[in-house]
């Protein structure tokens, strides 16, 4: 190719290209379809350079130009307050909405699962004996014992940090794994669970169920339920690898991954509310009524919040996922 040849046989049509970008938004219907066509030949010229006869020189100014009208003719957007909005009261509520038929089977469930544990250990004593040793026992469950002082052993605002880290890796976890057919997802659950029915059946065989509950309500009613949602959203990211539905599984793996992301962050800032619950509200002085009746707030208006603004979002069509603009393309395929 005769480099000088091609550039004077498009020169009038780049100089056109950089004249109607420079205009900006004051382009008429006749020039912005001008403009799309100029971009199309544009890239066109750029490919055969880059392959027949690779200018340096002539190779960046095409590429400079073809970057320019790419980002006129797509429209590229920056992520603002305006999406930051819109994720907290359309996408997160209406994914959490949809996956509900998910994550509240995954909640009764676990909670069945963690009482009739604490039931099998306060009702066995050899079953307690292999759990730790009658003094380390009665450390744990007496009045003052570890149960009561876990909560304020460490100052309030690094222990409210704390616990919302380890919670939202917790979440994070139930979401990445479910793509692994859900099975470590059930692993992490048995394991919460079982941590809770130790805790009910220990204080419940030292007589002191209602303080166990007072301290572990006002907090893990939020907390638990956010582990919920997070391990019904990964159950359910796991049974996609196995049932696609109509969709080509890359494509419905793709919706679902992006809505578990989206669920991700969302949880966080639930689970940073339950965190500060449970570093400033648990350990506080406040009457026990007082800490659960807060605990039974947040619950409220969490569930509201997911009902109300989830469910309207998820009946105009909203599914959780990223705007269409962000999505990959994909193409059809034969069924």
Not at 93 to 105: F, G
Not at 253 to 276: D, I, K, N
Not at 287 to 303: D, K, N
Request: a positive charge; glycine letters at 10%.
């Amino acid at each position: 190719m005769d480099v000088d040849v091609f550039v004077a046989a498009h020169q009038a049509q780049w100089a056109r290209l950089e004249q109607l970008l420079g205009r900006g938004r004051r382009l008429t219907g006749a020039e912005a379809d001008e403009l799309v066509a100029l971009y199309q030949r544009t890239s066109t010229h750029l490919s055969l350079i880059q392959s027949s006869a690779p200018d340096p020189v002539l190779i960046g100014r095409l590429t400079q130009l073809v970057a320019r009208a790419r980002a006129t003719v797509t429209g590229a957007r920056r992520a603002g307050w305006r999406d930051a909005a819109r994720f907290f009261t359309v996408g997160f509520p209406a994914a959490v909405y949809r996956s509900r038929r998910w994550w509240i089977p995954t909640a009764l469930l676990s909670v069945a699962v963690g009482v009739l544990l604490g039931w099998w250990i306060a009702t066995h004593p050899e079953v307690r004996a292999t759990l730790a040793a009658p003094e380390d026992l009665k450390r744990m469950t007496r009045p003052g014992g570890e149960y009561e002082t876990y909560y304020s052993s460490h100052p309030a605002a690094s222990f409210a940090a704390q616990v919302w880290t380890n919670n939202a890796q917790a979440a994070a976890v139930c979401l990445v794994l479910g793509a692994f057919l859900g099975l470590p997802v059930l692993w992490i659950l048995f394991l919460n669970m079982a941590n809770l029915g130790a805790g009910i059946g220990l204080m419940a065989a030292a007589g002191r169920l209602d303080v166990f509950l007072g301290l572990i309500l006002p907090h893990g009613l939020l907390e638990l339920t956010a582990v919920f949602i997070a391990a019904g959203t990964g159950l359910r990211l796991g049974w996609t690898v196995i049932d696609p539905g109509p969709r080509t599984r890359r494509a419905a793996l793709a919706e679902q991954g992006r809505a578990a992301l989206g669920m991700a962050l969302g949880l966080a800032v639930v689970l940073f509310v339950s965190g500060l619950i449970e570093g400033f509200v648990t350990p506080s002085g406040l009457p026990t009524w007082a800490r659960v009746a807060i605990g039974v707030a947040a619950e409220a208006a969490f569930l509201t919040y997911v009902y109300v603004l989830g469910g309207r979002a998820s009946r105009a069509g909203e599914v959780g996922d990223v705007e269409a603009a962000d999505q990959t393309a994909t193409l059809p395929t034969a069924a």
